[in-house]
């Protein structure tokens, strides 16, 4: 994919466990952001990395950026049911004005 | 105020129909956006708005047009669609400025008959 990839595809846990998602891209970007959807409605925000920043935390969500590997990690620990969700890292790029490019995303499963 | 009000919720239209999908925010968010997304895809930018001016269409069919009246609504209205153009729309709206982040609204799911 020119976007990048998104891995894995589907992720089924346990509660209680982490769940790590990874994204790769393939252009220089300003900012990496993380947003989730719940069954196919609308987006919501979780968090934004600076290109010049290497790891952030909120709350349960901690993302990593490895810029020049071009990757990133979303990892969410202790997770609960009501984590169940699609989650999309979003790509600033540097050359590419307004833009922000979806990954193919992760659908989390957190089982009860 | 944090919303993106997207309107209709739903909307089924025949082919030779003409609608129109309405946004809106109230956030002084300057860069709104169009996306599509089709079933267990990631969203598609369709066109981006900044400024009220059109800064990107992504190569979208004539059969789609964007408007931006003003900086708290924009628009697309449909026209002659086909099936396959059936999905979610969703609008997001944002602070101009490298790292701020896109406030999406719910949606509006198409279907076309």
């Known amino acids: 994919s020119q976007q990048g990839e998104e891995d894995p595809q589907a992720l089924s846990i346990q509660e209680g466990e982490n769940a790590t998602m990874n994204c790769s891209y393939k252009?220089?970007?300003?900012?990496l952001q993380w947003y989730r959807q719940n069954s196919g409605r609308g987006l919501v925000h979780l968090i934004l990395?600076?290109?010049?920043?290497r790891e952030k935390h909120s709350g349960r969500l901690r993302v990593t950026l490895d810029t020049p590997k071009k990757s990133s990690s979303l990892l969410i620990t202790a997770s609960r049911a009501a984590d169940t969700a699609s989650y999309f890292c979003?790509?600033?790029?540097?050359?590419?004005?307004?833009?922000?490019?979806f990954g193919e995303g992760t659908q989390l499963t957190v089982n009860p | 105020d944090t919303e993106v009000t997207q309107t209709p919720k739903h909307l089924v239209m025949g082919m030779t129909n003409k609608k129109s999908l309405k946004c809106e925010q109230h956030?002084?968010?300057?860069?709104m956006y169009w996306y599509k997304q089709k079933a267990k895809k990631p969203p598609e930018l369709m066109f981006v708005?900044?400024?009220?001016?059109?800064?990107i269409n992504e190569s979208v069919p004539s059969r789609f047009s964007p408007e931006c009246p003003n900086s708290s609504l924009l628009n697309l209205h449909l026209h002659a669609l086909q099936p396959e153009d059936s999905a979610l729309y969703l609008c997001?709206?944002?602070?101009?400025?490298?790292?701020?982040?896109?406030?999406f609204g719910q949606g509006t799911r198409l279907t076309v008959v």
């Open positions: 990395i600076r290109s010049n920043e």
């Open positions: 252009t220089s970007i300003n900012n």
């Open positions: 956030m002084g968010h300057r860069a």
């Open positions: 979003v790509r600033r790029g540097e050359t590419s004005g307004s833009r922000l490019t």
């Open positions: 708005y900044s400024y009220e001016k059109l800064s």
């Open positions: 997001a709206s944002r602070r101009t400025g490298q790292n701020t982040e896109a406030f």
